[in-house]
């Protein structure tokens, strides 16, 4: 079983910045590839940004947040991150990270996609 938990939300004015922390549980963090959702209030959850397993060679992201965003693995510590610049208020939302087996060095950006899910932080910026 794996458990994910996210961290590193908080509240930031518009154009800072903020990283999130998503530790995973196993030992066979390597093998997952690993994803970013966020769900706005009132809004359905969307993909945020994605990346491969392994060595993480492969990266994904939407197009709200390309450039300003940025995915990353650290397998020793089994975390995957998300940097994110420039945030902006409709960056506001409960973040969520999400893994799942892969066997592949593919990415996925379908929420069904994934098998684990942490229980998100909040990220809320002012204007």
């Known amino acids: 079983q794996v458990q994910l938990v996210e961290s590193g939300g908080g509240l930031v004015q518009a154009g800072g910045s903020l990283r999130l922390s998503c530790a995973c549980s196993g030992r066979t963090f390597s093998s997952y590839a690993m994803g970013w959702f966020r769900r706005a209030p009132g809004k359905e959850r969307e993909f945020v940004a994605a990346?491969?397993?392994?060595?993480?060679?492969?990266?994904s992201y939407a197009d709200s947040v390309k450039g300003r965003f940025t995915i990353s693995r650290d397998n020793a510590k089994n975390t995957v991150y998300m940097q994110m610049n420039s945030l902006k208020p409709e960056d506001t939302a409960v973040y969520y990270c999400a893994a799942r087996l892969s066997e592949y060095a593919s990415i996925w950006t379908k929420g069904p996609s994934y098998d684990y899910w942490g229980q998100g932080t909040q990220v809320t910026v002012s204007s």
């Open positions: 990346i491969s397993r392994g060595g993480g060679g492969s990266t």
